[in-house]
C-alpha cells in the first residue's frame, strides 16, 4: 500500500510540476508564432516602407506603421492621463480614508467595472459617448482619439485601483502612527508617510494599467475613428486617430493567409508583444527590487 | 532502557546559523526527560530532528546519528511517513485542524489507511482519556474543533497524537499560552502517560522543567551543557552555567 | 501665530480629503449609471423569443439564442482547459516551487501572459489552433486561446488562496505522517476552494466578456444553426454586439441594448456569484 502511494505521489507532483513551468511554454510559444508569421514582413517590406508614415495596406500597398504607433501612444497617453489621478486617488480615498462599509461597496464596485466587457464600452462609446463629444466640443466626428481615452481610462482605472491598493494597505500600520504620533494630519501622512512608502507598488500599478489600455482592442476599434493618420500634434486628440490593436482585430478578417499584409498584421502584434513584455519585466522588477528592499529594512 | 540514542549531531541550516554542535545523549524509555534553557539554545530543532520535521525547512548540512530502537533515523532510506506516527509531536501554540473535533483525531488514522468505524471510535475515546479531555467533549466530538478553548484545544493536539499509538512523544512548550489549570491538566496527564510512552519535553520555564523532569539535558547555544537526573540538576548543577540559568542569573 | 497655522493644516486636509473623495465618486457613480442606463434601455428587448430565438432578416429581427449558447460553449471549453492547469500550476507555485531563478522565471512569464493585448492572444490562437494544428475556425480553437488567456488569472488567485491557508496546518498534518500531497488534497486545497473558485469564475467572467480573441479563431457572423461539434465554428455575445452595433445596417437599436443587456447580465452574474462565494467563505472561516 506504501508502495503505491509512493508511485501516486510522485506521478502527482510530476504532473503539478509540469503545470507551474507551463507558463514558460506559453509565453515562449506565443512568442514563438509571432515571430513565425511576423518576421517575413521584415523580408518582403523594406524597413524604410515598413516606419513610414502612410498606412494604405489594401488601397496602396503602403505597409508604415508609423501612423498606428502614435495612434496607439497618444490614446494610451489620453487614458494613463485620466487613469493615473483617479486610479491612485480612488486607491487612496479605498485604503486610507473610506469608512469600512463604504469600502466593502467600493471594491466590488471598481471590480464590476473590471469585468465589463471591452464590447460594451466601446458599444456605449459609438451611442452615447461620442455623439455628446461631437455636440459638446463642436467637432465633425465624435470618434477621436479623446473619446477612446476616456473609455480606456475607465478600463485601466480598475487595474490601477486594485495594485495601487494592494500597495498602500502593505503599508505596516506602524509607519502611519508613527507619524500621527508627531503630530501629523491625516492627509500629510498620506502624502508624506504612506504614498511614498507604497511608491515601487504605486508604480507597479500604473505602468500595469498603461500596459493595459496599449493592448486595449474592441473599446478602442469601436470609437477611435479608424483613421490611420499621424497623430503628433496636441490637436490630434480631437480628431480620429488608429492603433496597432485595432488594425489588427479590424483588417486580420481580411487578409489572405500568406500575403505581406497577413505578415505585416503579424509584425504589428510581434510589436506589441514585444513592448507589452518590457512593460511588464520593468514593473515586476521595479515591484521585486523593492521586495527585497523592504525585507532588508524591516528585518 | 535508552529508547533515543543521539551520537554527535551537529546542524546547520542554510542561512549559516548553526543550530546543534556536537550532542550526545540518550533519552531513557517511559520517563520524561527535559531539555531546557535559554532561547536559542536548539531545543527545538533537535525535537524536530527526532521526527525528522526539519526536513521541512533549508537545512544545510547535518551530520551525526539518532537511533530509535537501534535504527538511525537520519539515514535519508528511512521511512519518515511511518517515522512520525511512532513519533508523534505537540507544537507550541494549539494547531487545530479546520475540522470536527472527531475528524482531528481520527486524521491520522485515516491516512494510515484505518476506515473500520468501530476502531476510530475505539481510538478517539481512548486517546481523549489519555489526554484527559474525554468528559469535556464526549458530547460534542462532532462540533468544531476551533469552538474549543485554548487549554482544550491544546490537550486535543495531544490526543491527535496518541490516537495513532505512538511509541514517543515530542511535546515543544506545550504549556506556553496556557492558563495554570490547563497547564496543570497536561503535566498530569504527562506523568500518566510516561508509564507507556517515552516523553521528550521542551518547557517554557525552568520551574516547569523541575516539576516535571525524570531527566533533563540543559542546552546553551546549540550544546548540551550539561545532562543528568532531573531531581540533582536542579538542585545540585554540576556545571557552572547550569547553575547560572538554574538560579535566574541569566536567561 | 499659533491660531492660525493647526486651522491651515486642517483646511487643507479637508480639501485634500474633499478632493479625493470627489475622485473617488467621480470613479464610481459612472459605473453605477452605466449598469442602469442599459438595463432601462435593454430591458425593452428582452422576451422569450428574444432570448430563444434566432436572428432573422439580417440581424434586424428576431433573437439572439445563438449568441447565447456560442458564449456558453465558450466558456466552458475555457473552463475545461484552464481550470485544472491554473490550479494545478498555483498548488506547484504555493507548495512545491523553492525561492529560485526558474520560479522566479515563471512568476515573470505568469505577468507577461497577463499582460499580452487579447488581440495578440487572437492572432497566437490564429498562427497555432487554427492553422498549424488545422483545427479550423472552431469553438476548440477559440476555447484554447482563451483558456490560455484566462491562466495568469487563475493561477493568481488560487496561488493567493492556497498561501492564505496557514501553514501550520501543513507542519501539523506532516507531523501526523501525511504526504505532502496528501497535505495538499485534505487540507489545503479543501480550505482554498473558496478562494480559488472566485478566481475561477472571475476569470472566466472576463473570457466570456472577450471578443478579440475569438475574432478570427472561432467567431461566426451568422449561423443558421446551433454549433454540434466543437470543430464547429460558433456565434458569441460579445462578437454578436461589435458586429450588429458596427456592421449592420439599419440596425434597431433597441436589439442593440438588448443584446449589450444580456451580456451585462452575464458577466453581472458571475461577478455577483464570486462574491457572494467570497464574502461568505470570509464569514465561515475555521481559523
Not at chain 1, 499621424?230 to 486580420?252: N, Q
Not at chain 3, 467572467?205 to 479563431?217: D, K, Q, S, V, Y
Request: one cysteine or more.
Amino acid at each position: 500500500m506504501e508502495k503505491s502511494l509512493n508511485w501516486r505521489e510522485y506521478i502527482i507532483t510530476r504532473l503539478v510540476k509540469a503545470s507551474g513551468y507551463s507558463a514558460i511554454v506559453f509565453v515562449i510559444l506565443i512568442f514563438f508564432f509571432l515571430l513565425r508569421e511576423g518576421l517575413p514582413a521584415l523580408a518582403e517590406v523594406p524597413l524604410s516602407a515598413l516606419f513610414s508614415v502612410r498606412w494604405y495596406p489594401i488601397e496602396g500597398n503602403y505597409f508604415g506603421i508609423l501612423p498606428l504607433l502614435t495612434g496607439s501612444l497618444i490614446v494610451t497617453m489620453g487614458a494613463a492621463l485620466i487613469a493615473v489621478p483617479f486610479g491612485i486617488g480612488t486607491a487612496v480615498y479605498i485604503s486610507e480614508i473610506a469608512p469600512r462599509w463604504m469600502r466593502e461597496i467600493l471594491k466590488p464596485l471598481v471590480e464590476l467595472l473590471g469585468g465589463l466587457p471591452s464590447v460594451v464600452l466601446g458599444f456605449l462609446g459609438i451611442l452615447v459617448l461620442a455623439p455628446f463629444i461631437r455636440r459638446f466640443l463642436d467637432l465633425p466626428t465624435g470618434l477621436t482619439a479623446l473619446t477612446g481615452s476616456l473609455l480606456l481610462g475607465a478600463t485601466a482605472v480598475p487595474t490601477v485601483v486594485s495594485v495601487a491598493e494592494d500597495a498602500l494597505d502593505a503599508v505596516p500600520r506602524a509607519y502611519r502612527e508613527g507619524a500621527w504620533a508627531l503630530g501629523a494630519t491625516r492627509w500629510q501622512t498620506i502624502w508624506r508617510v504612506t504614498l511614498p512608502a507604497a511608491a515601487s507598488g504605486v508604480l507597479t500599478a500604473i505602468m500595469l494599467g498603461i500596459g493595459r489600455a496599449i493592448g486595449e482592442t474592441m473599446t478602442v476599434m469601436m470609437v477611435t475613428g479608424n483613421a490611420p493618420v499621424m497623430a503628433l500634434s496636441p490637436g490630434s486628440f480631437f480628431s480620429p486617430v488608429r492603433t496597432m490593436t485595432a488594425t489588427i482585430a479590424a483588417e486580420m478578417g481580411e487578409v489572405a493567409n500568406g500575403s505581406v499584409h497577413y505578415h505585416v498584421l503579424f509584425f504589428i502584434g510581434l510589436v506589441l508583444f514585444i513592448i507589452s513584455l518590457v512593460v511588464n519585466i520593468v514593473a515586476s522588477s521595479v515591484l521585486f527590487r523593492a521586495h527585497k528592499r523592504s525585507e532588508r529594512i524591516l528585518s | 532502557m535508552d529508547k533515543i540514542v543521539i551520537e554527535h549531531l551537529t546542524l546547520q541550516y542554510a542561512d549559516g546559523t548553526e543550530s546543534l554542535r556536537d550532542v550526545s545523549l540518550g533519552i531513557r524509555e517511559n520517563a520524561v526527560t527535559v531539555l531546557f534553557g535559554p532561547a536559542g539554545g536548539g531545543k527545538s530543532t533537535l525535537l524536530r530532528c527526532l521526527n525528522r520535521l526539519n526536513d521541512l525547512t533549508e537545512v544545510r548540512s547535518a551530520s551525526g546519528r539518532i537511533l530509535i530502537d537501534g535504527e538511525n533515523i537520519l539515514d535519508p532510506k528511512t521511512d519518515v511517513v511511518a517515522l512520525r506516527r511512532k513519533v508523534g509531536m505537540v507544537f507550541a501554540r494549539p494547531v487545530v485542524l479546520p475540522m470536527s473535533i472527531r475528524q482531528n483525531l481520527c486524521y491520522g488514522l485515516e491516512l494510515a489507511g484505518e476506515k473500520r468505524r468501530y476502531k476510530l471510535d475505539e481510538a478517539v475515546e481512548r486517546s481523549l482519556k489519555l489526554a484527559a479531555l474525554w468528559d469535556e467533549v464526549k458530547e460534542r466530538l462532532n462540533e468544531p474543533a476551533i469552538a474549543l478553548s485554548g487549554g482544550q484545544q491544546q490537550r486535543l493536539c495531544l490526543a491527535r497524537s496518541l490516537a495513532l499509538q505512538p511509541e514517543i512523544i515530542l511535546l515543544d512548550e506545550p504549556t506556553s499560552g496556557l492558563d495554570p489549570i490547563s497547564t496543570g491538566k497536561v503535566e498530569a496527564a504527562l506523568q500518566e502517560l510516561k508509564k507507556e510512552y517515552t516523553i521528550v519535553l521542551v518547557p517554557h520555564s525552568v520551574q516547569q522543567a523541575g516539576r516535571t523532569a525524570d531527566y533533563a539535558g540543559f542546552f546553551l547555544q546549540g550544546e548540551l551543557v550539561e545532562y543528568g537526573d532531573g531531581k540533582s540538576i536542579f538542585t545540585n548543577p554540576r556545571d557552572k552555567r547550569t547553575e547560572d540559568y538554574v538560579t535566574g542569573r541569566f536567561g | 501665530m499659533k491660531s492660525i497655522l493647526p486651522l491651515n493644516r486642517h483646511l487643507i486636509q479637508r480639501l485634500g480629503f474633499g478632493l479625493i473623495t470627489f475622485m473617488a465618486v467621480l470613479t464610481v457613480v459612472p459605473i453605477i449609471v452605466t449598469v442602469i442606463y442599459i438595463l432601462v434601455r435593454g430591458a425593452p428587448a428582452i422576451s422569450w423569443e428574444f432570448l430563444s430565438g434566432f436572428p432573422l432578416e439580417g440581424m434586424t429581427a428576431g433573437g439572439i439564442l445563438p449568441a447565447i449558447i456560442g458564449t456558453f460553449y465558450l466558456t466552458i471549453g475555457t473552463a475545461i482547459f484552464s481550470v485544472p492547469l491554473g490550479i494545478a500550476a498555483a498548488i506547484y507555485l504555493s507548495e512545491y516551487a523553492a525561492d529560485n531563478r526558474w520560479t522566479r522565471l515563471i512568476r515573470i512569464s505568469i505577468i507577461n501572459l497577463a499582460g499580452i493585448p487579447s488581440v495578440v492572444y487572437g492572432l497566437f490562437g490564429l498562427g497555432l489552433f487554427v492553422l498549424f494544428l488545422r483545427f479550423g475556425t472552431s469553438i476548440l480553437a477559440a476555447s484554447l486561446t482563451l483558456s490560455i488567456m484566462t491562466l495568469p488569472v487563475i493561477i493568481s488567485t488560487s496561488e493567493e488562496a492556497l498561501r492564505a491557508v496557514p501553514p501550520s496546518f501543513r507542519t501539523v498534518s506532516i507531523s501526523l505522517g501525511a504526504t505532502r500531497w496528501q497535505t495538499i488534497r485534505r487540507i489545503v486545497l479543501k480550505e482554498a476552494v473558496p478562494g480559488i473558485l472566485t478566481g475561477v469564475i472571475l476569470g472566466l467572467e472576463r473570457a466570456a466578456g472577450e471578443t478579440a480573441p475569438i475574432l478570427f479563431t472561432g467567431a461566426a457572423f451568422f449561423l443558421p444553426r446551433l454549433p454540434v461539434s466543437p470543430f464547429d465554428a460558433t456565434m458569441a455575445l460579445p462578437y454578436h454586439l461589435f458586429v450588429i452595433a458596427t456592421q449592420v445596417p439599419n440596425m434597431p437599436i433597441q436589439i442593440q441594448y438588448g443584446t449589450a443587456l444580456v451580456l451585462l447580465a452575464f458577466v453581472l452574474t458571475m461577478n455577483i456569484i464570486a462574491t457572494v462565494i467570497r464574502s461568505r467563505a470570509r464569514a465561515r472561516r475555521e481559523w
